[in-house]
């Protein structure tokens, strides 16, 4: 089975993606490992790879293998777009998607053997859930070549809807008919659980294999730590 993990950064996020993000995910897989360009600069992309001794991971730049940046959103709706890349032009035919600011405390590789044929898998979003019921979270996203059919949705709504990101857009998508719900799967919330459930109750943090800090106040924390 051909399978992958995928993330995406600009250049803002460069910093957490190539020295703290990605050698975590590597340390805990011997699955490929794709970076999307969602909008680095000149050279940035040969230093993410590492220029004179290259690393685990490939950057998959804006124009090369069919990869084309998206230019009538913005780069948090770019996500199920690079999702669908991988599966339709790249051949993989299973991915696991996860944001750049996802601490990997373990192995996600048994999500692989879990993730339903047509269906994406998504883990409840604790906090977003109190508000919208039944919001998932899209942090880590588990998907395989036969749920083309919902990333094109998924796509398409990123694209119309005037929504906070690529969550909420979904979850609109979603709420529009009960049926649609039938293309989710669940997720155990070890692989993603997020700041905000932390916070609210820290012995979750016991046992995460994800922990998601969301947010500017996340990206702080992980700089913090980073600087540590």
């Known amino acids: 089975m051909n399978v992958a993990y995928l993330t995406g950064t600009n250049t803002t996020q460069l910093d957490i993606t190539g020295s703290w993000f990605l050698p975590r995910l590597a340390e805990h897989t011997e699955v490929d490992i794709l970076c999307y360009d969602f909008g680095l600069e000149n050279g940035e992309a040969r230093i ?43 051949g993989y035919d299973k991915v696991i998607w996860i944001d750049n600011d996802v601490e990997v405390r373990g192995s996600f590789d048994h999500i692989f053997d879990t993730i339903e044929t047509g269906k994406l898998m998504l883990a409840d979003d604790w906090y977003a859930s109190k508000g919208y019921p039944g919001m998932k979270n899209t942090g880590v996203v588990g998907a395989c070549a036969e749920s083309l059919s919902i990333l094109e949705a998924w796509i398409w709504a990123c694209e119309v809807g005037q929504r906070r990101g690529d969550q909420e857009a979904l979850y609109s998508w979603l709420q529009k008919d009960e049926t649609r719900w ?27 294999v994800g922990i998601h800090w969301t947010g500017p106040v996340g990206k702080a924390h992980i700089r913090d730590m980073m600087n540590d």
Do not use: C
């Open 48 to 90: 993410l790879e590492g220029e004179d001794s290259p690393r685990r991971w490939r950057v998959i730049q804006d124009g090369v293998a069919g990869w084309k940046i998206p230019s009538d959103k913005y780069p948090w709706f770019f996500k199920p777009d690079a999702i669908q890349h991988a599966l339709l032009e790249l």
């Open 182 to 208: 039938e293309f989710i799967s669940h997720m155990p919330i070890k692989y993603n659980t997020t700041r905000l459930h932390i916070q609210a109750h820290p012995e979750v943090e016991e046992g995460a």
